[in-house]
């Protein structure tokens, strides 16, 4: 019904961080890399890992028959995010009823960030909803090794919602299948600049939410 995909190592690493928040039961966790040591250090044996091996393998691996919501997580500065992200969300957009995604421009990208930004806008055409962490623009008072809480708070208040795909008002969820984009937007906005443990970062401006950009 709902399924979450960590694209690279500090994705996985986020994802991990995410699921000692909470119980997750209704999603389906799936890991992703190139390389299949840094792969197999996330996750646990019931989640899918997949070894990316080129771009039509990948489609056909991500593949599912129907979502109701389905999250990429990706830091944008790894090789393998930077080479799959793109496609990982066409194939999720091609399926699931609602995607999102959650993508992070590290601090440390360097050279790469002209390529990030360019993986980023690919990432806008097939997500319903992209969530775009800049690590330039986290506040004086995150600690570097912190710098990816925010997102994982983010996630926890997404995915930890109640009511996901279960209410009889399906078409209020904030997050839910039957959510218009226009309400996903707002709700995610109030949630980003009413919630305590994202207060240092709306002050700081570290997140920027961006509607597809998809032409039907």
């Known amino acids: 019904m709902f399924r979450a995909v ?3 190592y500090f994705a996985s690493e986020i994802v991990d961080q995410l699921r000692t928040t909470g119980i997750y ?42 979502d ?14 930077q080479q ?13 009823d609602r995607t999102y995604c959650f993508a992070i421009i590290p601090f440390y990208a360097g050279g790469k960030r002209g390529t990030a930004i360019e993986v980023f806008k690919g990432i806008t055409d097939c997500s ?15 600690f570097f090794i912190n710098w990816n809480c925010g997102t994982v708070h983010l996630l926890e208040l997404i995915l930890s919602h109640p ?17 218009t984009e226009k309400q996903a937007h707002m709700a995610l906005l109030a949630m980003y600049s009413n919630n305590r443990k994202m207060r240092r970062y709306y002050k700081a401006g570290t997140f920027s939410f961006h509607e597809t950009t998809h032409e039907y």
Not at 86 to 95: A, D, G, P, T
Not at 131 to 142: P, R, S, T
């Open 6 to 8: 960590a694209l690279g």
């Open 25 to 66: 039961d209704d999603i389906n966790f799936v890991y992703c890399h190139t390389d299949k040591r840094l792969l197999m250090a996330h996750g646990n044996d019931e989640d899918k890992h997949i070894l990316l091996i080129n771009k039509t393998q990948c489609r056909e691996a991500i593949h599912s028959d129907n």
């Open 163 to 179: 009511n996901k795909g279960l209410s009889l008002e399906r078409g209020e969820l904030p997050f839910g299948a039957w959510a």
């Open 84 to 96: 799959y992200a793109v496609e990982i969300m066409y194939e999720l957009w091609s399926y699931a």
């Open 68 to 81: 109701l919501m389905s999250i990429l997580v990706t830091d944008l500065y790894e090789d393998c995010s």
């Open 128 to 142: 319903d909803l992209t969530i775009l962490q800049d690590n330039l623009k986290q506040g004086e008072d995150v």
